[in-house]
C-alpha cells in the first residue's frame, strides 16, 4: 500500500512546522465536518440546532486558510523544501481552498435545511437529502483520513465514491422537479432542496479534488482530468506519426 514518508530533516524546527501545518488542515478539514455534520442532522432529525456553531465555525475556518497560507509561503521562503516536502506544501495550500469552499457549501446546507425542516416539505424528500449528506460526510471523513495518513488505497475508494453521489444528486434533481409540478405551493422550498443537494454535490467534488491531491503528493503522479489526459496523449502520438511518416 502506498503510504506517504516524509523525510526528517536535521532542523529540527523545520519538522515542526511541517507537522504543525499539518495539524492546522486537519483541524480546518474537522470544522468543516463539523458544520456538514449540522446540517445533514437538521435534515435527518428535523430539528435546526447547531446554526450559532456553524457560523462560528466558518469564522474560524477563513481565519485558518490564511494563516495556513501565510505559513506554507513562509517555509518555502525559509527553507526552500524539495521533493515530498514541497509537494506537501502545494497539496496544503490547495487543500485549504477546497476545504474553505466546503466550509461554504456545508453553511448553506445548514441554513437552507433550517427552512425546509420549518416549512411544508415532504418528509420523504428530507429524508433522500439527509442520505445525500451522509455519503458525502463520509466521503469528507475518508480523504481528510486519506490526506493524515498519505493513504493512496484510500483516496482512490473515496474519489470512486463520488459516482455515487452524483447518481444520488442527479435523481433527486429529478424528484424534485416532480415535485415542484406536482405541487406549485411547494417550489420556493423545493429549491431550497434543490439548492442543498447542489452544495452536498460539490462538497463531494472538493472531497475527491483532496483524494487527487494525496495520490499526487504520495506518489508524485497527477490524476486529474484522465480524459483530457488521454485525448493529450493520443494527439501527441498522432503528431509523431505523422512526424514520422512526412520524413520517410
Known amino acids: 500500500m502506498d503510504r506517504l514518508r516524509l523525510s526528517q530533516h536535521i532542523s529540527r524546527q523545520f519538522n515542526e512546522e511541517l507537522e504543525t501545518m499539518r495539524s492546522l488542515v486537519l483541524r480546518m478539514g474537522g470544522l ?21 456553531q456553524v457560523v462560528e465555525a466558518e469564522r474560524e475556518i477563513n481565519r485558518l486558510e ?11 521562503v525559509r527553507r526552500q523544501p524539495a521533493a515530498s516536502d514541497l509537494r506537501l506544501l502545494l497539496m496544503a495550500g490547495k487543500t485549504v481552498a477546497d476545504l474553505e469552499r466546503m466550509g461554504d457549501e456545508s453553511t448553506r446546507v445548514a441554513k437552507l435545511a433550517a427552512r425546509l425542516v420549518a416549512g411544508p416539505f415532504e418528509p420523504r424528500y428530507l429524508d433522500e437529502l439527509a442520505a445525500l449528506g451522509e455519503i458525502t460526510r463520509e466521503m469528507l471523513r475518508g480523504c481528510l483520513d486519506a490526506f493524515a495518513r498519505g493513504d493512496v488505497a ?12 452524483d447518481r444520488s444528486y442527479k435523481a433527486q434533481l429529478v424528484e424534485l422537479a416532480e415535485y415542484m409540478e406536482r405541487l406549485p405551493a411547494i417550489i420556493p422550498r423545493a429549491i431550497d432542496g434543490l ?25 508524485g503522479e497527477d490524476v486529474r482530468h484522465p480524459k ?21
Open 32 to 52: 468543516v465536518e463539523q458544520q456538514l455534520g449540522i446540517g445533514v442532522r437538521c435534515l435527518r432529525e428535523r430539528e435546526s440546532a447547531g446554526l450559532k
Open 66 to 76: 490564511l494563516s495556513i497560507d501565510e505559513d506554507c509561503v513562509r517555509i518555502m
Open 154 to 165: 484510500l483516496a482512490r475508494r473515496v474519489m470512486a465514491e463520488d459516482k455515487i453521489a
Open 195 to 219: 439548492f442543498v443537494a447542489r452544495s452536498l454535490e460539490r462538497v463531494g467534488d472538493h472531497c475527491k479534488n483532496i483524494c487527487e491531491q494525496v495520490i499526487y503528493l504520495v506518489r
Open 228 to 248: 483530457s489526459r488521454r485525448e493529450q496523449a493520443d494527439q501527441t502520438s498522432e503528431q509523431g506519426t505523422s512526424g514520422d511518416l512526412a520524413a520517410g
